[in-house]
T-cell receptor, first 112, second 112 residues
C-alpha cells in the first residue's frame, strides 16, 4: 500500500495563476482532508470530505476549491494564487470518526 | 472555540535525559486527544489516541497521559532518533466529528 500520495512535492507560482494539488489514497478511507501548515500557526483545516460527492469547508477555505468524485482522489484547486497561500499543504485521510489521520508527505507551494 | 497549546516550543535533551512535553486544551466535549510525530520534510505520523482522563498509552520510550485539562508526552531515556516535532490535536463531539484542532508542536532535539 502506498498510503496517501501527493503531487507535486514542490511548486512555484506567480500571483494570479491557478493550479491543482493532487491527492490519492489507497486505503479505502471515507474521510479525506487538506491542511496547510505555516510556521507558528499549526496545521489548519482547509476543506474535508466524508465520502464521494460530499465536501465541506474547514477553518481556512477561502481561495481554495475541492471536489470528490471518487473515494481515492481529493484534489485541491487554487483558483487565483496569492502570496498568502505560500505554505506547505498536507492531504490526510482516515477511517471515518477515528481521528487517526494518515498524512501524505506534503506539497511545498511558493507564490511570488 | 477549541484551543490547543503546547509547551515548550523547543526542547533540547541529551541522550538518556528524560523529560515531558505538555499539551493543554480547551474543548467543548472531548471526543479524543491525539499525539503525532513529524519529521522534517515529512507529514505527521500518528502515535496515540487518548479518550478519557486517567488513560495512558505507551510505545517504546514514549508514554502519553491525559487529564481533564492537559496531556503529557513523557519521553524516557530518549535517543537521537526521537528527535522530531511532536504535535497534539483534539477532536470535539460535534455533528460530524470531522475536525481536529492541532497545536503548534514541540520541536525536540536529542543529542549524544
Amino acid at each position: 500500500n502506498a498510503g496517501v500520495t501527493q503531487t507535486p512535492k514542490f511548486q512555484v507560482l506567480k500571483t494570479g495563476q491557478s493550479m491543482t494539488l493532487q491527492c490519492a489514497q489507497d486505503m479505502n478511507h471515507e474521510y479525506m482532508s487538506w491542511y496547510r501548515q505555516d510556521p507558528g500557526m499549526g496545521l489548519r483545516l482547509i476543506h474535508y470530505s466524508v465520502g464521494a460527492g460530499i465536501t465541506d469547508q474547514g477553518e481556512v477555505p477561502n481561495g481554495y476549491n475541492v471536489s470528490r468524485s471518487t473515494t481515492e482522489d481529493f484534489p485541491l484547486r487554487l483558483l487565483s494564487a496569492a502570496p498568502s497561500q505560500t505554505s506547505v499543504y498536507f492531504c490526510a485521510s482516515m477511517i471515518w470518526g477515528t481521528g487517526e489521520l494518515f498524512f501524505g508527505e506534503g506539497s511545498r507551494l511558493t507564490v511570488l | 472555540e477549541d484551543q490547543v497549546t503546547q509547551s515548550p516550543e523547543a526542547l533540547r535533551l541529551q541522550e538518556g535525559e528524560s523529560s515531558s512535553l505538555n499539551c493543554s486544551y480547551t474543548v467543548s466535549g472531548l471526543r479524543g486527544l491525539f499525539w503525532y510525530r513529524q519529521d522534517p520534510g515529512k507529514g505527521p505520523e500518528f502515535l496515540f489516541t487518548l479518550y478519557s482522563a486517567g488513560e495512558e498509552k505507551e510505545k517504546e520510550r514514549l508514554k502519553a497521559t491525559l487529564t481533564k485539562k492537559e496531556s503529557f508526552l513523557h519521553i524516557t531515556a530518549p535517543k537521537p532518533e526521537d528527535s522530531a516535532t511532536y504535535l497534539c490535536a483534539v477532536q470535539a463531539w460535534t455533528g460530524t466529528a470531522s475536525k481536529l484542532t492541532f497545536g503548534t508542536g514541540t520541536r525536540l532535539q536529542v543529542t549524544l
